[in-house]
């Protein structure tokens, strides 16, 4: 600590290291959904590719067009079957969701955010580098830990977000997971 910076000052660096702490966030959260992603993926994969287990799908639709009550089984296969391209859709949408970029300046605007940060993309993208750059430069260490905790503030609030599409995309996954076994199960002993 310097000897000019008080015990509870709260500096730009000190900022930038929540900024960083949530990006990091962030990108746990894009990881995790990215991982996920290809599992579910694979999953799907194996479904639609293996011969025996799509065919039997596609069987047991058409025996239960022409009569449901002497086949129980197929009425399994096929509402189970359903039931994984269902919550294999449902968790391809909610990861899709969580890693699209979910930024909206209107939701921020009333929450004392300078609309024109220094430190945004979407903002730096929209001036003219010398604009840009002179702005930079005299920017004064409160404004800038302004911009700094608002960006920090609002990377925080998509982070939330994107977790929480994760969390509803790995149920899907989990309950799609349980469908494809059960599937397998009586596509092999059917």
């Known amino acids: 600590m310097s000897k000019t910076q008080k015990e509870g000052d709260?500096?730009?660096?000190?900022?930038?290291?929540?900024?960083?702490?949530?990006?990091?966030?962030?990108?746990?959260g894009d990881n995790k959904?990215?991982?996920?992603?290809?599992?579910?993926?694979v999953l799907v994969g194996l479904?639609?590719?293996?011969?025996?287990l799509f065919?039997?799908?596609?069987?047991?639709?058409?025996?239960?067009?022409?009569?449901?009550?002497?086949?129980?089984?197929?009425?399994?296969?096929?509402?189970?079957?359903?039931?994984?391209?269902f919550f294999?859709?449902?968790?391809?949408?909610?990861?899709?969701?969580?890693?699209?970029?979910?930024?909206?300046?209107d939701?921020?605007?009333?929450?004392?955010?300078?609309?024109?940060?220094?430190?945004f993309w979407e903002s730096i993208s929209k001036s003219e580098f010398q604009d840009f750059e002179e702005t930079i430069i005299q920017i004064k260490e409160k404004e800038l830990i302004k911009d700094i905790n608002s960006?920090?503030?609002?990377n925080s609030i998509i982070c939330s977000k994107k977790f929480k599409s994760y969390n509803k995309g790995v149920e899907s996954i989990k309950k799609a997971v349980i469908l494809f076994f059960l599937y397998g199960i009586l596509v092999l002993f059917s």
């Open 151 to 154: 960006q920090t503030f609002i």
């Open 55 to 85: 065919n039997t799908f596609v069987e047991s639709i058409n025996i239960l067009k022409y009569s449901i009550k002497n086949n129980i089984i197929d009425l399994f296969i096929a509402i189970i079957g359903l039931g994984f391209i």
């Open 10 to 28: 709260f500096t730009k660096e000190d900022a930038y290291k929540n900024l960083n702490r949530v990006n990091e966030w962030l990108n746990n």
């Open 33 to 41: 959904i990215s991982f996920s992603l290809a599992f579910i993926g």
């Open 47 to 52: 479904f639609f590719s293996s011969y025996k």
């Open 107 to 119: 939701i921020y605007s009333g929450n004392n955010f300078d609309q024109g940060s220094k430190l």
């Open 88 to 105: 294999s859709c449902r968790a391809l949408l909610f990861l899709y969701n969580g890693l699209k970029a979910q930024i909206n300046p």
